[in-house]
């Protein structure tokens, strides 16, 4: 009676055991049909959609590139450099004794400079631009000079497909790198300091890596604009280069000059305070159209937990507050509108670029 | 009747005070090999862009293979294989890897994607260079593997801009056998543009001349001959000097005596138009006079240094029209 038992639940287990099987084996399948197949997988015989093919084959050349290659040498060398200095000055008490940031040792490692060398943090804010542009800024016109343009665009594809494939695959190589960097410099300072990062500090890393790639894709997404609209890559490239210089040099020097000009002077400021603070948050909201202040704004808020506003405080706002770092969800509220504000630019670039390359009469070369 | 491949109606494209095309109408039938012909400028890559949708037209109306261009361009495309002049590749992966990257382009499965690459890199002679960067082909190789690449998604139609551009002689003429041997053996309908008038004698089934954007007439050559020179078949050159040898320019003739020599040739019966161009008299006329040539200018004491007879070739078509074309130009 036990046996025959044993033996109807052993059955009834196989049965489950098999059922629950063949539900995986169902679910993987819609789940691999359901994936961009950017592998050529042997599962399936029917070919990869259009869109992917053209995914592939960008990320192949782009990772096959000697601009990337150079570009991604000269990002990791800095990196690995500044992560040296972080690990320096970590050593050194004076730094951990500031404050609420001591417990975020981790996060250090991206933020932290012992002066020879700017941070991780503001190195990428710097190089971010350069590989956007650099991935971007011959997309469609090199395709063009080269013959290729009306070839690909004869075969049965959609217009847009060659530009969100371009999109797609610049970013993807893009998130691709960023992650790669952040945690293989995660792996080294845990290796180096021995502490593991707590959850809030991985969650903060993730966002920085996450706001990293948008940051850059919004310098992709110019470049691929000024790739429409400019037949010849050299111009692309130049202009391209000269609205970073512009944004990241000049804009900064031009609303301060701005700003002194029609700042009331410094002797009426001490009767009413309260000018001062309206004047700062005017300069700080004139600096935001920069994306680079964005990004760094949001940088330091992610990276170092104590900072708990972007504008100025008042001593009123201060008074009685507890120098504490802030939690995650908290230090990402902060950020919130950086964070949308990048977006936003990325895709009205995207956006431009779209309109002026459907409309656009494709000849050979 | 089987409903025309290439259907264009009243097709219009202006850019800006431009007319590149101005009001075409033409039909293509299934397996017709059709030679688009015309100089430079004249709109005939516009209209084959317009018959791809890569262009928007200004005004009219184009059908391929019964889909219209514009608003269904994948199902054109599907259709169509298109070979841009001086069409480009990714230089820096091989033959094949271009070919496949177009197979894919077409959802055709990799093992049959292999298969028919191989297949139509052998058609074209370029089996040994498969595996080359198309970086180091030469123009005619590229213009080839072109060729297999618009072969290789099956198309009912091929279009070729200008494919013979820059190849020379012997690689010209392999190419155009090629085109007209897929065009009788699997009944692909070419539409193939140039502006060299033997090439597309050679293998055209029909021709239309392409002048400032319209199509001033089209038909097989032969028709094309008899109907533009209808009124005047026959041109008889002749060159002329004056009888007295003594003078110091010896044999120019004067202004008087071209004057009189032409009012001369003119009432010959038959002729047409008489004009003297680079030391030499041509008649146009409509039956041939080359013997009342000759005896007119002996007979007034003239010297006859060349008569020759000439038919209309393909040439004087051809030039015929561009003098036309340049005329349309001049009072549009």
């Known amino acids: 009676m036990a046996k025959l038992l044993d033996g109807s639940a052993a059955s009834s287990l196989r049965a489950i055991r098999a059922s629950a099987a063949r539900e995986i084996r169902t679910t993987a399948a819609r789940v691999i049909r359901l994936l961009p197949r950017a592998a050529h997988s042997p599962l399936t015989s029917r070919p990869k959609h259009p869109f992917w093919v053209i995914v592939s084959k960008e990320m192949g050349d782009h990772i ?29 008490p004076k730094a951990t004794g ?6 975020f040792f981790f996060l250090q490692l991206f933020t932290a400079t012992d002066g020879t060398l700017p941070s991780f943090a503001i190195f990428l804010n710097f190089l971010g631009p350069l590989l956007g542009i650099a991935m971007g800024f011959d997309a469609v016109n090199s395709e063009l000079n080269r013959g290729t343009l009306s070839r690909l665009l004869s075969q049965p594809i959609h217009r847009d497909y060659l530009l969100n494939a371009k999109c797609m695959a610049s970013l993807l190589v893009i998130a691709g790198l960023f992650l790669a960097l952040t945690l293989v410099t995660t792996g080294l300072g845990l290796l180096v300091i021995g502490i593991p990062p707590t959850p809030a500090e991985f969650i903060r890393l993730l966002a920085f890596t996450l706001l990293t790639i948008v940051y850059v894709g919004f310098w992709l997404n110019m470049a691929i604009l000024f790739s429409v609209r400019f037949r010849q890559p050299a111009t692309s490239a130049l202009t391209a280069i000269a609205v970073w210089l512009f944004l990241t040099v000049f804009y900064p020097i031009l609303i301060r000059l701005a700003v002194k000009a029609f700042a009331p002077d410094p002797s009426s400021m001490a009767i009413f305070p309260a000018s001062i ?47 504490n770092p802030l939690p995650v969800g908290e230090s990402i509220v902060i950020v919130w509108p950086q964070l949308t504000g990048l977006i936003a630019a990325a895709t009205a670039c995207f956006a431009l670029s779209y309109r002026s390359f459907m409309r656009k009469e494709i000849r050979p070369r | 009747m089987q409903e025309p491949i290439i259907k264009i109606t009243a097709l219009s494209k202006r850019y800006g005070e431009l007319k ?24 005939k890559s516009t209209t084959i862009l317009m018959l791809l949708g890569l262009t928007e037209p200004s005004q009219g109306n184009v059908r391929v293979c019964g889909f219209d261009p514009t608003s269904r361009p994948l199902e054109v495309k599907k259709r169509v294989g298109y070979l841009p002049d001086d069409v480009g590749f990714y230089d820096d992966r091989s033959g094949l890897e271009n070919l496949l990257f177009t197979a894919q ?36 190789m590229r213009q080839r593997l072109g060729l297999a690449d618009v072969l290789i998604k099956n198309p009912p139609v091929i279009i070729l801009d200008e494919p013979t551009l820059g190849i020379d002689p012997q690689g010209v003429r392999e190419f155009l056998d090629l085109i007209v041997r897929l065009s009788k053996e699997q009944g692909i309908t070419v539409l193939l543009s140039s502006h060299h008038l033997h090439q597309v004698q050679q293998v055209c089934d029909r021709v239309g001349l392409f002048v400032g954007g319209r199509l001033i007439a089209d038909g097989n050559i032969d028709a094309l001959s008899t109907r533009l020179f209808a009124m005047e078949p026959f041109m008889v050159e002749a060159g002329v000097s004056a009888a007295d040898t003594s003078a110091t320019d010896a044999g120019a003739l004067s202004q008087h005596d071209i004057d009189v020599l032409t009012g001369l040739f003119r009432d010959i019966p038959d002729v047409r138009s008489v004009s003297y161009t680079g030391e030499l008299f041509r008649i ?9 040539v000759a005896r007119t200018v002996i007979d007034h004491g003239y010297l006859l240094t060349l008569l020759q ?6 040439d004087e078509i051809y030039h015929r029209y561009f003098e036309n074309g340049k005329n349309y130009g001049k009072t549009a």
Do not use: H
């Not at chain 1, 500031?98 to 417990?103: I, P």
């Not at chain 2, 590149?20 to 709109?43: C, M, Q, R, S």
């Not at chain 2, 146009?284 to 009342?292: E, F, L, Y």
């Open chain 1, 64 to 92: 096959r590139s000697w601009r990337f290659i150079i570009l991604l040498s000269l990002i990791a060398l800095t990196c690995f450099g500044s992560l040296y200095t972080a690990l320096n000055s970590i050593g050194t």
């Open chain 2, 309 to 314: 007879k000439k038919r209309y070739g393909l």
């Open chain 2, 20 to 43: 590149a095309v101005d009001n075409l109408d033409l039909t293509i039938d299934k397996g017709e090999v059709f030679g688009l012909l015309g100089p430079n400028g004249a709109g």
């Open chain 2, 284 to 292: 146009a006329c409509r039956q041939d006079q080359t013997p009342a």
């Open chain 2, 105 to 140: 382009l077409n959802r055709i499965p990799k093992a049959d994607a292999l298969r028919r690459a191989g297949q139509l890199l052998d058609q074209v002679g370029l089996t040994a260079d498969a595996q080359k960067r198309t970086g180091t082909y030469s123009r005619g």
């Open chain 1, 277 to 323: 603070s309206g004047s700062e948050r005017t300069v700080l909201d004139m600096l935001r159209f920069a994306p680079g202040q964005l990004y760094s704004d949001a940088t330091t808020t992610l990276l170092m937990p104590v900072v708990r506003s972007l504008g100025p405080l008042s001593m009123d706002q201060v008074a009685g507050a507890i120098p």
């Open chain 1, 98 to 103: 500031t404050g609420g940031n001591a417990s």
